[in-house]
């Protein structure tokens, strides 16, 4: 069996084979855009490695016939000191995407001699100790283990001390102490870096297979319908670098709004920065508008691309690019996560365009967008209100919660019916289960395209992210935003759509849907050979339902018209309490409830199901009744 698919080789770019990351390098190369070469290790490799507790000897056999096969496309080398140095990136691409869920590796290969000789080709001793020390922390916290928190330490008191607000600000021999204080926060661990690249390498690839079973990727799987058996293919591939100085950049771009589905390039970059500096969201980025000034042809170049992708996908894409010294490369495409209301725009759209039909449309929207496209938003009045702080509306809609500075906390009081804002300086992926937790997040750092705005609108969650005028302090659990000072279990409100913060609890309002949602559920009529009936208990509930084109009412359940303030007059029947006459009362109240029910659905078949009082809906709990 072929472990191993080269980029450029003969083979279809098969998702179930090569992940979606794999595949999309694949097509990339095909259409002849701009991809620095690699190969994928497939998924059927990964599930054969968990499977075996180890890297199986074929995998690794096909891996290092890749590798020299790549070296000998690229001119380049891991270990040949005579030769331009070669870099790499070992990263994850499952089937379906899963946006940080799982680990990557970044510039291996930079130890040892290597560091020299990229000093030598890039003309940069700051680059090439900026590579080593980001390859030290991303392979002692992905492959060897470590906690983030020991090299995030050690980079906050170096930028304190330089008085910098971000590594940019670090000089060539701040990163030469970090790379020797994270050698020796892994020493203290009983843990090494190989010094060879193939070694490297090796435990990179099962760090990255392993990664297929961690929390925060099980817990994605889980909250996405996705199968746990599926594994993750290993995508392999030669480092372009964006920091190697004002004429180098990186950054995320969508074909379109994904916030609002408009028809315009979205996105953020970075100058003088690495990939995961954009979505990390450790410095605030400039947006992708902000390309034409800055790098006039390659946003020219840029915008052919995106229509080339999106032409030949027939959707909105999410690409990630970097800029090496007057150079684009594309280094991932997918298609992208997009918020409810975007979805159904840009089915609308792309159809009025000619660029799929009206069958695809519906059936790319999910049923759940329907529930996700009613977001709450803020009651108008609210604009009297002055925001303690303004970040980026990341993902639309509103939320309003006691704010919470860690995710198990939010997941733990969510638990109990609590709803909260989680407040991070930035969310990683092993935050997943507290952003599901959430009613909404928000985060002091971060660009429209970091962890936390691309998982929030995927997820349907309000999201401000980016709002550098808070300062958080998780230590005490609190933030401060200007004078105003906000204690864990303190209620705020955040709105999605204008990256506003409120202090308090502001009253929010169902949202009007969009126009295009409408026109979808024409669409859906014309097509559809089933009728549709709702569950309605009331004369609002029908006609909300009748305004959706219902056919009729499914099921109208009797029980439920007692429910809230008629509920002491349901136990009086139910104890024997003067029980005659609750029930003469009940018999109006429902004999109305019926009239306006019915009146609702003007003629449309109604099925009502008679009372069935199950009594653990209508007595007190046993607990409440010992209190």
């Not at 990229?118 to 080593?132: N, P, Q």
């Not at 906000?486 to 204008?498: K, L, P, R, W």
């Not at 309605?536 to 029908?542: F, S, V």
């Not at 008679?610 to 009594?615: A, C, K, M, Q, R």
Request: aromatic share 6%; glycine share 10%.
């Amino acid at each position: 069996m072929n472990f191993a698919f080269d980029f450029d080789g003969n083979h279809d770019a098969d998702r179930s084979i090569l992940g979606g990351k794999g595949a999309g390098l694949a097509t990339m190369t095909r259409l002849g855009l701009p991809v620095p070469p690699g190969f994928t290790l497939t998924s059927d490799a990964c599930r054969q490695a968990l499977a075996e507790g180890s890297l199986p000897d074929v995998v690794w056999d096909q891996t290092v016939a890749a590798i020299q096969r790549l070296e000998q496309r690229t001119g380049r080398s891991l270990t040949d000191p005579k030769s331009t140095p070669l870099l790499l990136s070992v990263r994850s691409g499952a089937k379906f995407s899963m946006p940080g869920m799982m680990d990557t590796i970044m510039n291996l290969g930079a130890t040892g001699p290597m560091i020299d000789r990229l000093a030598t080709w890039s003309g940069s001793v700051h680059f090439a100790r900026d590579a080593a020390r980001r390859f030290v922390q991303t392979y002692g916290k992905v492959v060897l283990g470590v906690d983030a928190m020991a090299f995030e330490n050690i980079l906050t008191e170096l930028r304190k001390r330089r008085g910098s607000a971000d590594d940019a600000g670090l000089t060539a021999d701040d990163l030469e102490e970090a790379r020797e204080r994270f050698t020796a926060a892994i020493a203290a661990t009983g843990a090494v870096i190989a010094t060879d690249p193939y070694e490297q390498i090796r435990a990179a690839i099962w760090a990255v297979f392993g990664s297929w079973n961690n929390r925060r990727a099980r817990d994605y799987r889980k909250l996405n319908g996705i199968s746990d058996d599926l594994g993750t293919a290993c995508n392999i591939q030669m480092m372009v670098f964006g920091n190697l100085g004002d004429d180098s950049g990186t950054g995320v771009c969508f074909t379109r709004n994904p916030a609002t589905g408009e028809r315009v390039p979205y996105g953020d970059y970075l100058i003088n920065a690495q990939g995961e500096d954009v979505v990390a969201g450790i410095r605030n980025t400039l947006s992708i508008a902000d390309l034409a000034t800055s790098f006039p042809e390659h946003h020219a170049e840029l915008q052919v691309h995106m229509a080339t992708l999106e032409g030949h996908y027939r959707d909105m894409c999410d690409i990630e690019f970097t800029i090496e010294r007057g150079k684009l490369w594309l280094l991932q495409t997918r298609v992208g996560k997009r918020t409810a209301a975007a979805a159904v725009r840009m089915a609308v759209e792309m159809v009025h365009e000619g660029l799929i039909d009206k069958g695809l449309a519906i059936r790319r929207v999910e049923p759940s967008v329907l529930d996700h496209i009613l977001h709450p938003r803020l009651e108008d009045r609210t604009t009297l209100n002055v925001p303690i702080a303004t970040g980026l509306n990341a993902s639309p809609g509103a939320a309003r919660g006691q704010a919470v500075f860690d995710s198990d906390r939010a997941a733990e009081l969510a638990a109990t019916g609590v709803p909260v804002i989680l407040v991070r300086w930035e969310t990683s992926p092993s935050d997943i289960h507290g952003m599901v937790a959430a009613e909404g997040i928000l985060t002091s750092h971060g660009g429209l395209t970091s962890h936390a705005a691309v998982v929030a609108r995927g997820m349907g969650i309000p999201a401000v992210t980016g709002a550098g005028s808070i300062d958080i302090d998780e230590d005490a659990r609190r933030f401060t935003a200007g004078n105003v000072l906000v204690n864990e279990g303190d209620v705020i409100t955040i709105d999605g759509g204008t990256g506003s913060v409120y202090l308090g609890a502001l009253e929010l309002r169902t949202a009007a849907p969009v126009a295009e949602l409408e026109v979808l559920l024409g669409w859906a009529d014309e097509i559809r050979t089933l009728g549709v009936r709702a569950n309605a208990d009331d004369g609002p509930g029908a006609r909300e339902a009748a305004r959706w084109g219902a056919d009729g009412i499914g099921l109208a359940r009797t029980e439920h018209m007692f429910m809230g303030d008629r509920l002491p007059v349901v136990r009086r029947v139910i104890l024997g309490d003067e029980a005659e006459a609750a029930l003469d009362a009940l018999e109006k109240l429902q004999s109305d409830d019926f009239e306006d029910l019915l009146e609702a659905m003007d003629g449309k078949p109604v099925v009502i199901r008679l009372l069935d009082p199950p009594l653990h809906e209508f007595l007190p709990s046993r607990l409440e009744l010992v209190e």
